[in-house]
């Protein structure tokens, strides 16, 4: 009986390990585009900024934090149990150690030193697009999103093939009836194309919000009167969503952002039809847009 109990425990024990390693595998490419219940870390990254922000935190940061967590936890065990009042009935009066205080502010400071150097490195390589091929006007309101194509280099010709929209949440019963994503899915999600370099303007109309899309590494600040840019390229198809990242009035959680990576072949043919589907709006959209742009 006693060795049956112990093959049943090993057999669950390797079970357990078995979806443990599946979870491990599978939720990082399911985080790929979107969150999930119960994530753990960070949505996988579908840009070079991205892959560059995980490397300062996963590669840089989080080794220093946890080497500086368990150096303090040791030191702090140690002087607990070495310096309690029972071994040590009569305190130290010991006050002042030179080499000891030396070190520990020199070490911080090079430790800091290191930090700044990956960090400095990334807001810079993070900061604009370098020989973008197209731009993406984004503009923040109450609330709501308006994004501008403008499909020269330059970003600054509205003539040369560009289109403007509103994207708005849909309703959450809508959403529900239609099986889309609860407070994600978009009436006009933004289409984009994959292995291209696009510069993003991001202004404001009214107060402060943010464009925020986890998976490109992408978060600015849309303010009235100011044009802030980033930039994406992104590495694969797919669907990616983000949301507004700064409290803007009574209808914050509702600007979410619906981004479809498509090729560049079928990015082509949606700004045709594209085209074609927003030329028939009033144009307020574009003129918005477009405005904020300049």
Same mark, same amino acid.
């Given at each position: 009986?006693?060795?049956? +109990?112990?093959?049943?425990?090993?057999?669950?024990?390797?079970?357990?390990?078995?979806?443990? &390693?599946?979870?491990?595998? +599978? #939720?990082?490419?399911?985080?790929?585009?979107?969150?999930? *219940?119960? %994530?753990?870390?960070?949505?996988?990254?579908?840009?070079?900024?991205?892959?560059? $922000?995980?490397?300062? @935190?996963?590669?840089?940061?989080?080794?220093?934090?946890?080497?500086?967590?368990?150096?303090?936890?040791?030191?702090?065990?140690?002087?607990?149990?070495?310096?309690?009042?029972?071994?040590?009935?009569?305190?130290?009066?010991?006050?002042?150690?030179?080499?000891?205080?030396?070190?520990?502010?020199?070490? *911080?400071?090079?430790?800091?030193?290191? $930090?700044?150097?990956?960090?400095?490195?990334?807001?810079?390589? #993070?900061?604009?697009?370098? @020989?973008?091929?197209?731009?993406?006007?984004?503009?923040?309101? !109450?609330?709501?999103?308006?994004? /501008?194509?403008?499909?020269?280099?330059?970003?600054?010709? *509205?003539? !040369?093939?560009?289109?403007?929209?509103?994207?708005? #949440?849909?309703?959450?019963?809508?959403? $529900?009836? %239609?099986?889309?994503?609860?407070?994600?899915?978009?009436?006009?999600?933004?289409?984009?194309?994959?292995?291209?370099?696009?510069?993003?303007?991001?202004?404001?109309?009214?107060?402060?919000?943010?464009?925020?899309?986890?998976?490109?590494?992408?978060?600015?600040?849309?303010?009235?009167?100011?044009?802030?840019?980033?930039?994406?390229?992104?590495?694969?198809?797919?669907?990616?969503?983000?949301?507004?990242?700064?409290?803007?009035?009574?209808? @914050?959680?509702? #600007?979410?952002?619906?981004?479809? /990576?498509?090729?560049?072949?079928?990015?082509?043919?949606?700004?045709?039809? &594209?085209?074609?589907?927003? /030329?028939?709006?009033?144009?307020? &959209?574009?003129?918005? /847009?477009?405005?904020? &742009?300049?």
């Amino acid at each position: 009986m006693r060795v049956t +109990a112990i093959a049943r425990t090993r057999r669950l024990a390797r079970s357990a390990l078995s979806a443990l &390693a599946l979870l491990a595998v +599978a #939720m990082p490419m399911a985080a790929a585009e979107e969150p999930l *219940p119960w %994530q753990l870390g960070m949505q996988a990254a579908a840009s070079p900024v991205r892959e560059q $922000i995980d490397f300062l @935190h996963n590669d840089i940061l989080l080794p220093i934090i946890t080497i500086a967590t368990v150096f303090v936890l040791a030191l702090l065990l140690y002087v607990v149990f070495r310096f309690n009042h029972k071994r040590n009935p009569v305190p130290s009066k010991v006050s002042h150690n030179t080499a000891l205080e030396i070190a520990w502010t020199v070490v *911080p400071i090079l430790i800091l030193g290191v $930090i700044a150097v990956f960090s400095l490195k990334l807001e810079y390589f #993070m900061d604009r697009a370098e @020989h973008a091929e197209m731009t993406l006007k984004v503009t923040g309101h !109450q609330w709501y999103w308006s994004y /501008a194509y403008f499909m020269d280099k330059a970003g600054e010709n *509205p003539d !040369q093939g560009s289109l403007a929209f509103d994207s708005n #949440m849909i309703p959450e019963e809508d959403a $529900i009836k %239609q099986g889309k994503k609860r407070l994600l899915d978009t009436d006009n999600p933004v289409v984009l194309p994959v292995g291209t370099t696009i510069r993003i303007l991001v202004s404001g109309t009214d107060v402060i919000h943010s464009w925020f899309v986890p998976a490109f590494g992408v978060q600015e600040y849309a303010m009235p009167g100011r044009t802030n840019e980033s930039w994406v390229l992104i590495d694969r198809e797919g669907t990616y969503y983000g949301q507004c990242n700064q409290i803007c009035g009574v209808n @914050h959680p509702f #600007m979410p952002i619906e981004i479809h /990576a498509v090729s560049k072949e079928a990015f082509a043919k949606w700004l045709e039809e &594209a085209k074609k589907k927003f /030329a028939s709006d009033d144009g307020a &959209a574009a003129t918005v /847009a477009a405005n904020a &742009a300049h």
